[in-house]
């Protein structure tokens, strides 16, 4: 088919959401908003990311003669990208991110309903040899007419309205979920536009894949050190699992959501709460988990940073977490 080579009827993310929130009669498209504003900050970092390597002979602006230029580091320049992003869109009064101390309230003239949390370019130690990197954002919802509260962002996890990433891989992927399901996104460099890729994603009930820093093993408690030893020794004769791991948080749930299996980075000794903060990297990711028909297992702290261990991934898999976990108390 002619047809085929170029597809005409293009399910762009703009076109998705809008489809998605005109089943609710209250939305005025606030949430669209918010979220093209989301959007825009990606394409942006997107852009920077790609031209990271090049970044120190010719500037990220693209200008020539920036020698003399101290080079704003790029994850400090996303941060900026996002907070004047959201800002603006005039739909936000509270953003928590990783890169600021504290909250940001939004001035009262442009705020709006919605507080988002994100970690504007996670894994950033892997942007000198060109791994993929990401951004992780939440967000929530004031409550009915209310002032702009912190308490509104410390709420669990499975009060988010919506979550997802964006991958700076070998292609950009926006993945995204309202709490309908999970849908992946994949942008068109050429059109600037991110198009419907992976329809509603659903990870394999069970997988062959366990992806862990295995280098902290010594540190590591009885449930988890067990668990990884009966992915590599099965005991019930089934294949052992392979390992996969990036270090860099999109990457690795990334893959995990696609093929199946899990992805954990559990408490040890040496940093008894594990190392990645509930708000903005472990409740969002555990969001798209369950959405995506897999599950998430982890601690419950609610202060803006705090950081908690995380096991996430196909169903049976953490299942089989949760009962080792549960036979040790
Ligand atoms: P960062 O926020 O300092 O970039 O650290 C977060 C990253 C995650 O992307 C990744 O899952 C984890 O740190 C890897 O940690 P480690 O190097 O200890 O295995
Ligand atoms: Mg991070």
Redesign the pocket.
């Known amino acids: 088919h002619a047809a085929d080579a170029f597809r005409t009827d293009l399910m762009t993310i703009t076109r998705f959401v809008l489809n998605e929130q005109s089943k609710y009669p209250e939305s005025r498209g606030d949430f669209s908003i918010l979220l093209s504003h989301i959007v825009l900050g990606c394409k942006f970092v997107c852009a920077a990311v790609n031209k990271a390597g090049l970044a120190k002979l010719i500037g990220l602006a693209g200008e020539t003669n920036v020698q003399a230029k101290e080079q704003k580091k790029l994850d400090v320049l996303s941060n900026e990208v996002f907070v004047k992003a959201l800002v603006s869109s005039g739909r936000t009064c509270i953003l928590v991110s990783?890169e600021d101390e504290e909250a940001i309230i939004v001035e009262p003239s442009k705020r709006g309903k919605y507080c988002v949390v994100f970690?504007p370019?996670?894994?950033?130690?892997n942007i000198d040899c060109g791994v993929s990197?990401g951004t992780i954002f939440g967000i929530y919802v004031i409550k009915d007419g209310g002032e702009a509260r912190l308490e509104d962002v410390l709420q669990p996890g499975k009060n988010m309205l919506a979550a997802g990433y964006c991958m700076y891989g070998s292609s950009c992927m926006f993945v995204l979920s309202t709490g309908s399901g999970v849908n992946g996104f994949t942008l068109d460099p050429s059109l600037g536009e991110f198009i419907l890729t992976h329809p509603d994603i659903k990870i394999p009930k069970k997988g062959k894949i366990y992806s862990v820093?295995e280098?902290?093993a010594k540190n590591w408690d009885g449930p988890t050190a067990k668990y990884v030893e009966k992915c590599k020794f099965p005991e019930d004769g089934s294949p052992a699992k392979s390992l996969r791991?990036v270090?860099?948080?999109?990457a690795?749930v990334h893959r995990t959501l696609l093929y199946g299996g899990v992805f954990l980075?559990p408490a040890d000794k040496k940093s008894p709460n594990g190392?990645?903060?509930v708000l903005y990297?472990v409740f969002p990711m555990s969001f798209l988990m369950e959405q995506a028909g897999g599950q998430s297992f982890t601690g419950k702290e609610r202060k803006i940073h705090e950081r908690s261990p995380i096991f996430l991934g196909s169903y049976d898999d953490v299942e089989e977490i949760k009962d080792l976990y549960a036979a040790e108390e």
């Open positions: 990783e970690d370019l996670d894994g950033s130690s990197i820093n280098g902290n791991y270090g860099s948080m999109v690795d980075y190392k990645l903060r990297e």
